[in-house]
């Protein structure tokens, strides 16, 4: 689905950014789904 590239492409990138918007929005989806464990606020 290239998810993270469109998020990017729409959103940008700053160069000093160590995560890209895309990245961010898969880990919030990924965590919204249950995938990940601990919750994202406790790490």
Same mark, same amino acid.
């Not at 160590?18 to 464990?37: D, E, H, Q």
């Given at each position: 689905?290239?998810?993270?590239?469109? #998020?990017? /492409?729409?959103?940008?990138?700053?160069?000093?950014?160590? !995560?890209? $918007?895309?990245? #961010?929005? /898969?880990?919030?989806?990924?965590?919204?789904?249950?995938? !990940?464990? $601990?919750?994202?606020?406790?790490?």
């Amino acid at each position: 689905m290239e998810l993270v590239e469109e #998020v990017n /492409k729409i959103v940008g990138i700053k160069t000093k950014e160590t !995560l890209t $918007p895309g990245k #961010v929005i /898969k880990a919030m989806i990924l965590n919204g789904l249950r995938f !990940l464990s $601990p919750p994202l606020y406790l790490s």
